[in-house]
């Protein structure tokens, strides 16, 4: 029966973070201000798109919301996992561990995937949707603020030196990784004698 409730509570995870990811902010910005987004620009319904053709503010405020979507998706989850699961293992819900981080349960992260999917496949926009940078951000602020804030300094600054959201949004990804290797390697450094 535990098994059961696992399961139950992992897709109810899954679905609450995609439902949330599916909120199409860039298409109901655009709306507001006249604007079909999927027919200017690239076409894409993302937040570049917005901020490239209608503009910075309406561009930065559908990234913040954007960002908001993946956050929201995770933390209500993290804070279940946090405060009810762990501490009562009577819940009938079995609490595993991801990646060997506590914080970073495994209904954590399905709701995490979920709001990623929900944003690049929207229930409410006819499954097309954006490319994800924020709504990752989004997840890595609700999991790993730390993480989530190094990424956004190196966005800004790629974004910044080169003018291309894309350049800022691969040297995110790649400082994010690299990142998240130090400990791992601090850790097996020490594990293995050679500190």
Known sequence: MEILYGILFGLACLAWGYLTGS???????????????????????GGTNVWRTLGWRPGLLCMLLDLAKG??????????????????????I???VFGGSEHLNVYVCLAGLGSALGHSFPLFFRFRGGKNVMVSLGFLMATSPLTGLFGLAVFLVFLFASHRVAVGSLAAAVAIVVFGLVPVVLIALDVYGYQ
């Open 94 to 96: 079995p609490f595993v």
């Open 23 to 45: 909120v199409p902010t860039a298409v109901i910005i655009a709306r507001r201000r006249g604007v079909d987004i999927t027919k200017v620009g690239s076409g894409n319904p």
């Open 71 to 92: 956050f929201a998706g995770a933390f209500p989850v993290l804070l279940i996992v946090l405060f009810l699961l762990k501490p009562n293992p009577a819940a009938g």
